[in-house]
């Protein structure tokens, strides 16, 4: 066999393997074929190239005179990347999302995958490829992913949704803090439209975000069980713009409202820690990085499938905290 040909294998269970393929197909082409892993040549290629314990998840496949390879997970995300480039990645998602049932985004163990599952797979596509191939839209920011906000000192270990009480008790502290009313001075929504969540660090130290969506303005509030050296606590509001950025138009950090001014180059560790660390990320950025982790990724398919400033706003607000190491290789406009 002459010539290379790239083959997704995904699992076509729910019957949808056809459809997907057709909308691949419209995306990027013929340079990816879809096909499902029960077909009996992706059994073959996917034992060829990974044994016979190869695990069952979706599976680049590159066939190229005779020689085989194949690539789950994050090295699936790097290697479809280098191949269709960022912009066809990023095409392959949103088909994928087109394809799959709203309660396909379930991170449930199940036979087959859903769309959250897959976007997982793809992993760190952003993050990788801003490292290890320096594309234009990366280079711009590499001085930006130099900075460390205090939220990304530690590694986030586990995410709980808020509910009952916990969400209400929450809710009253974030609309009563000053950081709030510095952003927000407007009433806030119905508590039925207003999220929470808890995050725990591996030193054991907890935050918790409060986060609500009015029109095209998220709030994003953070507080820390325990500061983190001088920070204690930041609201931010936050213009969301479906499908091109998200742009921070005002921040308060300990009580105390900051200026927001996008500087030409990354600003210095103690600036980004008086300050928000970023004035604008990039929407398709945010919304790879936060499917791809854990704890976002039933938020982040929402919008990747359905780009309402809702599901965006909340993809954004669980990215922030929960994936903060890929989160910040989506700053467009660091703050000085």
């Known amino acids: 066999m002459k010539g290379r040909r790239l083959i997704l294998g995904y699992d076509a269970g729910c019957g949808a393997c056809s459809a997907l393929a057709r909308r691949i197909e419209e995306a990027v082409g013929e340079r990816l074929e879809v096909r499902s892993l029960y077909d009996p040549q992706v059994e073959h290629w996917r034992e060829q190239a990974l044994g016979k314990d190869a695990p069952w998840a979706p599976t680049l496949i590159e066939v190229e005179n005779g020689h085989v390879k194949a690539w789950t997970g994050?090295?699936?995300?790097?290697?479809?990347?280098?191949?269709?480039?960022?912009?066809?990645?990023?095409?392959?998602?949103?088909?994928?999302?087109?394809?799959?049932?709203?309660?396909?985004?379930?991170?449930?163990a199940r036979p087959g995958f859903s769309r959250a599952r897959f976007l997982k797979g793809l992993g760190g596509v952003t993050l990788a490829v801003s490292v290890l191939s320096g594309t234009?839209?990366?280079?711009?920011?590499?001085?930006?992913?130099?900075?460390?906000?205090?939220?990304?000192?530690?590694?986030?270990v586990s995410s709980e949704p808020l509910k009952g009480e916990d969400l209400r008790e929450a809710i009253t502290r974030a609309t009563a803090s000053k950081d709030v009313k510095n952003v927000w001075p407007e009433s806030p929504p119905?508590?039925?439209?207003i999220v929470g969540a808890r995050y725990t660090y591996t030193d054991g130290n907890t935050v918790t975000s409060v986060s609500w969506v009015v029109g095209s303005q998220l709030l994003i509030y953070f507080l820390p069980a325990r500061a983190i050296g001088n920070y204690r606590s930041q609201a931010m509001r936050i213009e969301v713009i479906?499908?091109?950025?998200y742009v921070l138009k005002a921040t308060s950090v300990n009580g105390r409202q900051r200026s927001v001014v996008a500087?030409?180059?990354?600003?210095?560790?103690?600036?980004?820690?008086?300050?928000?660390?970023?004035c604008r990320w990039s929407w398709g950025c945010v919304a790879t990085v936060g499917?791809?982790?854990?704890?976002?990724?039933?938020?982040?398919?929402?919008?990747?499938a359905t780009p309402a400033k809702w599901a965006c706003g909340v993809c954004l607000s669980c990215a922030l905290v929960g994936c903060p190491v890929g989160i910040r290789r989506c700053c467009r406009n660091p703050c000085g």
């Open 190 to 193: 119905a508590a039925d439209r």
């Open 74 to 108: 994050v090295r699936m995300g790097v290697a479809l990347s280098r191949r269709l480039g960022i912009r066809g990645t990023w095409r392959i998602m949103k088909a994928l999302g087109a394809n799959t049932e709203p309660e396909g985004i379930s991170t449930q």
């Open 291 to 304: 499917s791809a982790c854990v704890s976002c990724a039933k938020q982040c398919a929402e919008c990747v």
């Open 263 to 278: 500087a030409a180059g990354a600003a210095s560790n103690s600036q980004l820690e008086r300050g928000c660390g970023c």
């Open 242 to 245: 479906p499908e091109e950025a």
């Open 136 to 156: 234009e839209v990366f280079a711009r920011m590499a001085d930006a992913a130099a900075w460390v906000h205090p939220l990304n000192r530690k590694k986030v």
